[in-house]
């Protein structure tokens, strides 16, 4: 199998989305869930809590306590500690997925967890 495309995409922009087809995995990678949304408005194959931050970490970068930077190097700490990314590539690898789409809910969508996901899986898939 080839190297699966890793892109992201905001769940307020999948809503009420017939989903994706088999070659795509839609993985919401928020811990929670996403605040006024119901379940079956939005197209997902999985919710994988697993590759999230951590509760602490999240408040802290939430609360501004630590700086976008800052909480990505703290975050790749988390992931790399973490069997979980290369988990969530297996299950897509196993479902014949040629693309992941990471599904966040945040706002912001240049400083978020998603992006520092979508890197650390990409190392690991060229790698």
Do not use: C
């Amino acid at each position: 199998m080839s190297t699966p495309e890793i892109t992201l995409a905001r769940v307020h922009d999948l809503l009420d989305d017939d989903g994706a087809g088999k070659t795509v995995r839609r993985v919401l990678v928020d811990r929670l869930w996403p605040r006024g949304i119901k379940k079956e408005r939005l197209a997902h194959d999985e919710w994988d809590k697993d590759v999230a931050p951590s509760p602490d970490l999240r408040k802290a970068f939430h609360s501004e306590e630590l700086s976008f930077s800052e909480f990505s190097r703290h975050y790749r700490r988390e992931l790399e500690g973490s069997d979980a990314p290369q988990a969530l590539l297996d299950r897509a690898k196993e479902d014949g997925a040629r693309k992941i789409v990471l599904l966040f809910a945040a706002k912001d969508t240049e400083h978020n967890h998603a992006q520092v996901l979508q890197e650390v899986l990409q190392d690991l898939v060229s790698s």
